[in-house]
């Protein structure tokens, strides 16, 4: 049975349709990716797994269980955590603040200090800010702070939406790597949406690709790293036309 | 037989070249509308005079750096006026004009470059030049590449391409220094010359060079006046590829006649908004286009309410009875007709509308053959649906469904000045002014195709006891069972096809125990349905392997086995499991699968089902 299930859902921002009709499965201790353009529904899938958005159609189903139109924080506490894009901390606490309210759920007082280090073992920089106010941070600091902050929950499942946006190239090499390491150690199953796709797929062991709401590959990431249509759309990789310079873009095909 | 009625060129004398028709109509319409564009969301308009003058110096351009009469140019375009501009220009140089799809690759563009020896070559854009710096190595004759938009090439220059604008500066230029140049320029093509060289896409080996002269595009005026009459306050959509002889007659050729006015489609993909847009009084179009609009009516109905459905269900059921009368040649009763009236404003109107067809005098399928059920569904609706059945060779159209004698099952009778007999093999042959010159260096296949003056056509079919024409398969694709058996697949096919949820099928089993089929699905639809019903599905190849899917698509087989006999079921099937599109060698540009491609392709998934 996969950790988490979604079968057919549709989601609506206001009259738009979002997602249209997706389906997708994720194994326990995976690292999956969603690639996709801009304005593709990738976050809107993550925001409908997560409870933020209900789905119009279809279910979610989470260690066998229906998880569709239950609240956030059920959600949260059934062991799926979401860090939304755009490193949404709270502005006016600490950095340790920030942390614990990533275990408002949680009330085994041991347990939570042992997390607590971890966190810090993974990112030390965050024990060094411990009581410095979030907004004080830089982008890649807080953006450390968000996915320290989801992992203090002790998720199953965590949702990522775009960790590496505008840090650079050095910081995306250590929260990436980072991500790895919380993969493997604590067997965290992640599910990874991301604009750089060539870390996205070298991170994960599956991805699908979505294009305008709708899933149009799924393979494994060594296969989609092979796919012309990949190359050439998500990696950046064309073969130079005879001019040396081609700026058209041949038809996707998919497959 | 019947007697053929002799047809002779609706124009004086001194007209008998396509240059001399159009520029007679540049002079006679000068400021009327000849097509629009759509740029920037706005249908701009193009005159007949701005036609002209376009055309003009093309030819003059063409004339001053080489064109000889006879001489080749090809242009691999999307349509576009500049399309058109081109090949007036191209026939008023005295040169022969021939069309690329721009969905072929360089390869195939390079064997036709190479055999018609092609001087100048127009193409669409930067993706179309590459093709052609691909392969100009390998072409002697080859003079320039002229590039009709230059986005993204300011920076580039090559001795060998130029753009268009320097193209029309050039004519221009010319017109200038020789104003006599023109007048002559425009009068060397003779009526016997060749004007249009058609590449027919060949289902085995390379395409086929059709050479078509300027005599035959000029006695379609006259067929057409009697057989579909048009004005200039018609409106016409131009979608399907300009290379192919249908959209070519009907956007191209056709208003020379009758100055209808042409609408450029932005797209394949927008062609539903573009015909709402329009509202095209003559709409042509291949079946694929025919069976998606019903597919798309059908399950926007499904949405509706149980009041609408209602009403459509027994508008759509009195529209049904009104076309069995006329099927039968009959007057309907009054009372029914009335009921059908009242229907067609209050319910059917609205369907039309929607779909963009309000206006439509007249819809034509044609280039591939329609499922009757189809066409009569289209009658149902009240829509003057005919089918047209004709080929490259034969210059266009040969037989044609004529007004308020619409027989389903047969493509009506032969055109006026068209001949049509059947040969003891029950072959289909075609005689008459229309018929085409001969393949472009082929003698042989030549005289394989015309022999004493008939056309061999390739189609195997019969005359039924009204004179209308029957066609029962093409002759190569009568498939012979194990067991002796001949079946005609096409006929399968299209009931297949009548499926909303198939969108083309191949039906196999030549040589074989039983037929099977190879089944392309509407993915729009299937998803749609895969949606509603809650079938996961990932990718397009993962909603083919849905067993709920294979089971709705085997309902529709079955629905069709249960109308044919029994050695015509579908024993097994297979769904394609990736997308296709026209820029797959498995697809013909106007959206057909093709037989031999497919089946050699699909062989191993072929013989897994024997």
Request: aromatic share 8%; hydrophobic share 40%; glycine share 8%.
């Amino acid at each position: 049975m996969p950790l988490l299930r979604v079968s057919n859902i549709e989601s609506y921002y206001g009259p738009v349709l979002a997602i249209k009709g997706v389906s997708l499965e994720i194994d326990e201790g995976a690292i999956i990716t969603i690639l996709g353009a801009n304005g593709a529904g990738k976050t809107t899938i993550l925001r409908t797994i997560s409870g933020v958005l209900d789905p119009e159609k279809g279910t979610i189903e989470f260690m066998g269980q229906k998880i569709n139109g239950l609240a956030p924080n059920r959600i949260v506490s059934l062991g799926i955590s979401h860090v939304p894009e755009g490193r949404e901390v709270f502005d006016d606490l600490t950095v340790r603040e920030n942390l614990m309210m990533g275990a408002y759920l949680r009330n085994d007082r041991i347990g939570i200090r042992e997390d607590l280090e971890t966190m810090y073992g993974y990112f030390p920089i965050l024990r060094q800010r411990t009581s410095q106010l979030a907004a004080n941070m830089s982008g890649g600091e807080q953006q450390m702070l968000t996915i320290a902050r989801a992992l203090m929950s002790r998720p199953k499942l965590l949702l990522l939406d775009e960790p590496s946006l505008g840090l650079s190239p050095l910081l995306m090499q250590e929260i990436f790597q980072i991500i790895r390491r919380i993969n493997t150690e604590q067997k965290t199953t992640i599910l990874l949406v991301e604009q750089n796709a060539r870390m996205a797929l070298s991170l994960a062991h599956y991805g699908y690709v979505l294009e305008t709401g709708r899933i149009v590959m799924a393979d494994t990431c060594k296969a989609l790293r092979e796919n012309e249509d990949i190359k050439e759309f998500y990696l950046g990789v064309k073969e130079d036309s005879i001019r040396g310079a081609r700026r058209w873009k041949r038809k996707k095909k998919w497959r | 037989m019947a007697v053929v009625e002799q047809i002779s060129s609706p124009y004086p004398d001194h007209i008998d070249t396509i240059p001399k028709l159009f520029w007679h109509r540049v002079e006679q319409w000068g400021n009327q509308v000849a097509m629009r564009e759509k740029e920037y969301g706005l249908w701009n308009e193009i005159t007949w005079e701005h036609y002209g003058q376009r055309a003009k110096q093309v030819a003059l351009a063409l004339d001053s750096m080489g064109l000889a009469a006879g001489d080749v140019v090809t242009i691999m375009s999307e349509n576009n006026p500049e399309w058109l501009y081109c090949d007036m220009g191209i026939q008023a140089a005295g040169g022969v004009s021939a069309g690329i799809y721009p969905t072929d690759s360089f390869q195939q563009a390079a064997y036709i470059l190479s055999h018609c020896e092609s001087k100048f070559h127009f193409v669409e854009d930067e993706e179309q030049l590459d093709k052609a710096l691909e392969i100009r190595d390998g072409l002697p004759d080859l003079l320039k590449i002229i590039v009709l938009d230059m986005e993204g090439l300011r920076d580039f220059s090559d001795a060998m391409v130029m753009s268009f604008d320097a193209l029309l500066e050039q004519g221009e230029e010319t017109d200038r220094q020789n104003p006599d140049r023109f007048e002559t320029l425009r009068r060397r093509a003779q009526p016997d010359d060749t004007a249009l060289l058609i590449y027919t896409s060949g289902t085995t080996g390379p395409p086929k060079g059709a050479m078509i002269s300027h005599r035959s595009p000029l006695m379609t005026g006259a067929i057409n006046r009697q057989v579909w009459p048009m004005s200039s306050a018609d409106e016409v959509l131009c979608f399907l590829p300009l290379c192919h002889i249908a959209e070519r007659s009907v956007s191209a050729l056709g208003p020379l006649h009758d100055g209808y006015v042409i609408n450029f489609a932005e797209s394949l993909e927008t062609v539903p908004e573009n015909i709402r847009e329009i509202s095209p009084t003559l709409f042509f179009a291949v079946p694929r286009f025919w069976e998606k609009f019903y597919s798309t009516l059908m399950l926007t109905l499904k949405e509706s309410t149980r009041f609408e459905q209602l009403a459509f269900r027994w508008a759509m059921s009195v529209g049904h009875k009104v076309s069995d009368y006329k099927l039968n040649f009959q007057k309907p009763p009054a009372l029914l007709r009335a009921l059908f009236t009242l229907l067609d404003w209050t319910v059917l109107r609205n369907v039309k509308k929607g779909l963009g067809l309000d206006r439509a005098r007249m819809c034509i399928s044609g280039a591939a053959p329609i499922s009757p059920d189809l066409l009569k569904w289209y009658h149902a609706l009240n829509i003057d649906m005919r089918e047209v059945y004709g080929q490259t060779e034969s210059g266009g159209g040969t037989t044609m469904h004529r007004k308020g004698a619409v027989k389903f099952g047969t493509v009506g009778p032969p055109l006026p000045g068209m001949e049509v007999k059947i040969a003891d093999d029950g072959e289909i042959l075609i005689k008459g002014p229309l018929v085409f010159k001969g393949y472009l260096k082929d003698p042989e296949k030549t005289a394989e195709t015309i022999r004493d003056d008939w056309l061999y056509t390739g189609d195997v079919g019969r005359m039924d006891e009204d004179g209308h024409l029957v066609i029962t398969d093409r002759k190569k694709d009568i498939i012979i069972t194990s067991g002796g058996k001949n079946i005609t697949p096409s006929e399968i096919e299209n009931q297949l096809k009548f499926s909303p949820y198939i969108t083309d099928a191949v039906v196999v089993g030549d040589g074989r125990k039983y037929l099977t089929a190879l089944i392309m699905i509407d993915d729009e639809n299937i998803m749609k349905y895969a949606q509603d019903n809650r079938i996961p599905f990932t990718t397009y190849a993962s909603l083919t392997k849905a067993p709920e899917v294979l089971a709705l698509i085997e309902k529709e087989v079955e629905d069709v086995n249960k109308t044919v006999a029994r050695v015509e079921t579908i024993k097994k099937f297979h769904l394609i499991d990736i997308l296709l599109t026209t820029d797959d060698e498995e697809i013909t540009p106007t959206g057909k699968l093709k037989r031999t491609f497919v089946n050699k392709k699909f062989k191993d998934v072929i013989d897994s089902m024997y």
